[in-house]
């Protein structure tokens, strides 16, 4: 199967992967045959890459990041929280959180085990979910980045459970901000902005209060969005100032940021979100957690089409545990023609060989 952008599917197509919405519950099945009106609910659901099945690419499939039962138990429980907290006051909050704490352990556990038992990179792309709700969803994706940087990083069980809980919870303060202005689609104002900036500090005096939490996970919330050449905030730390966790989650946050649809802007793929992590290694963000989140995620999804450095065109058939940007390629085309008999090349070996571009079609 391939991995094609939503703009780019045409009617008549067959989705190769399950489509769920934010509760993991499945909006419409592998193997379904797309007319126009089901393609523009897709645009209209903020959805920007599907699977579609192929002749020539039958044999390639993608493998998931976790069970689809574990992610749904997992996407109900952040929504259910984070709802329950928005409603409430910071004292009733806390109280929300302290009492929810046992079950994100639980949760951020198995996640553990699963990430380590499984031989794939990660590619959240190849579970493919509506955004009814983008934080809900931002929440359990910045998990997944998070704890797969931290076991690349070698961080022991507890650390990692730690670490965890401080992405599922990095933004919770969020809930704290009034609606109307988190929710609001047009520009904000620099009022307005100011105020979701105090997220960072909101969840920061909810978290720290819990005494079920380590205090570490409360800076995870302070922490995020600070920078280590001081341009971050809430206190424009530098550095050696900001926990190694802190460095860790922002980068997990700012790749899922970019590489999820918005309503001011489309998503990237993968590739391109790491190209703006690059442009900040070192100034913005640490190199050493931009080089294991290189070696954890898929940079180049199973089921791209890409282009190579002499000219061949094919799609991205596996991956290479720890070379994410030299995957194995399902050769397609060559001088420009469309071969009869296609054949896969493993860039791991082809030293000689790179992608220069992607062609999402």
Not at 105 to 134: F, M, P, Q, W
Not at 255 to 276: C, Q, W
């Amino acid at each position: 199967m391939r991995l094609v952008t939503i703009d780019s599917v045409k009617p008549g197509d067959k989705l190769g992967r399950n489509i769920y919405n934010d509760n993991g519950n499945i909006l419409l099945a592998a193997g379904k045959e797309l007319s126009e009106k089901l393609i523009n609910r897709l645009v209209q659901l903020d959805i920007p890459f599907a699977y579609i099945e192929d002749e020539q690419t039958k044999h390639i499939k993608p493998g998931t990041s976790i069970p689809e039962q574990l992610r749904r138990e997992a996407a109900d429980t952040i929504k259910k929280i984070l709802n329950d907290i928005k409603h409430e006051n910071s004292v009733s909050a806390s109280f929300i959180v302290e009492k929810a704490v046992r079950k994100f352990s639980g949760l951020i556990r198995s996640i553990i085990g699963e990430i380590k038992g499984n031989k794939e990179l990660l590619s959240l792309l190849a579970d493919v979910y509506t955004y009814d709700n983008y934080i809900f969803t931002h929440s359990l994706n910045v998990t997944l980045y998070t704890l797969a940087i931290g076991i690349e990083l070698k961080l022991d069980q507890r650390q990692a459970e730690i670490l965890g809980l401080g992405a599922i919870l990095h933004d919770v303060g969020k809930m704290l901000v009034p609606t109307q202005v988190l929710m609001k689609e047009g520009r904000l104002t620099e009022e307005e902005f100011q105020m979701i900036k105090k997220h960072s500090e909101f969840g920061f005096h909810l978290l720290k209060g819990i005494h079920t939490l380590p205090l570490l996970v409360a800076h995870c919330a302070y922490q995020h969005h600070e920078r280590l050449d001081g341009s971050g905030y809430p206190r424009g730390l530098v550095s050696d100032e900001i926990h190694q966790f802190g460095k860790i989650i922002a980068v997990a946050d700012v790749f899922d940021a970019v590489t999820s649809n918005r309503v001011y802007r489309k998503a990237m793929l993968p590739h391109e979100g790491l190209e703006i992590l690059y442009a900040g290694s070192g100034s913005q963000f640490d190199p050493n957690v931009i080089e294991a989140f290189r070696k954890a995620v898929a940079i180049y999804p199973t089921g791209l089409t890409v282009e190579l450095s002499d000219g061949r065109k094919g799609v991205v058939s596996a991956q290479n545990i720890g070379m994410s940007e030299r995957p194995k390629i399902f050769i397609l085309e060559q001088e420009g023609r469309k071969l009869d008999n296609a054949y896969e090349i493993n860039l791991q070996t082809e030293t000689s060989l790179m992608i220069v571009q992607c062609m999402p079609e």
